[in-house]
């Protein structure tokens, strides 16, 4: 099981940028996929990126172009760095690590999701 720990939410004005990181641990970290997700209270966990072990990414069409999503295997981390962020990006961000990069844009395939960090974007 991997364990993850979000830092890096906040509040930001639209157009700004946050950087947002996971820190993972425990056994066998590195053959994990890695992702970010987002939710709003009362709508579903909505997937933003993720990435597989060897550096192929996915992210979603809502936020190409403006995020990016990079791993540094030396500190065991995950970043999603955001851009041009816009009010509808508020959400609860959460770090998630799948034994498959198969399917890591769907919550069910998660097998580890970090406590979520707030991100807050206003005009």
């Known amino acids: 099981q991997v364990q993850l720990v979000e830092s890096g939410g906040g509040l930001v004005q639209a157009g700004g940028s946050l950087r947002l990181s996971c820190t993972a641990s425990?056994?066998?970290?590195?053959?994990?996929?890695m992702g970010w997700f987002r939710q709003i209270a009362g709508k579903e966990r909505d997937f933003v990126a993720g990435?597989?072990?060897?550096?192929?990414?996915l992210v979603a069409d809502s936020v190409k172009g403006r995020f990016t999503i990079s791993t540094d295997n030396d500190e065991n981390t995950v970043n999603l760095q955001m851009t041009s962020l816009r009010p509808d990006d508020t959400a609860v961000y959460y770090c998630?690590?799948?034994?498959?990069?198969?399917?890591?844009?769907?919550?069910?395939?998660?097998?580890?999701w970090g406590q979520g960090t707030q991100v807050t974007v206003f005009w």
């Open positions: 425990g056994r066998a970290f590195r053959s994990y996929a």
């Open positions: 998630a690590a799948a034994r498959s990069y198969r399917g890591i844009e769907i919550p069910a395939r998660i097998d580890s």
């Open positions: 990435m597989s072990w060897n550096g192929v990414s």
